[in-house]
């Protein structure tokens, strides 16, 4: 299967969704052409509101986790 997995913290669901933003950013990977020029697809989280249903509460409560993967 391959391809890369990884994952963002935040205080609050937004702000976990704007680190998972920035993570596309440091790793190049903004928009489907970015995507596709470097043989990656997102899997998941597909959308915002997807990635909010995939939020899970760090274990001691101080904040979310979200995890991502990208196909090759």
């Known amino acids: ?6 994952r963002v ?3 609050t669901k937004l702000g976990t969704w ?3 933003k920035r993570e596309r950013v440091r790793l ?3 928009t489907r052409e970015d995507q596709q020029s470097r043989g ?3 899997s ?3 959308n915002k509101r997807d990635a909010l249903k995939r939020m899970r ?5 101080s904040g979310w986790i979200l995890e991502y ?3 090759k």
């Not at 509460?57 to 409560?61: F, M, Q, S, T, V």
Request: proline fraction near 3%; glycine fraction near 20%; aromatic fraction near 18%.
């Open 44 to 46: 998941y989280p597909a």
């Open 57 to 61: 509460r760090n274990g001691d409560d």
């Open 9 to 11: 913290r935040g205080r």
């Open 1 to 6: 299967m391959g391809g890369m997995y990884g």
């Open 18 to 20: 704007i680190e998972f």
């Open 69 to 71: 993967h990208f196909r």
């Open 40 to 42: 990656f697809h997102l």
């Open 28 to 30: 190049g990977l903004v």
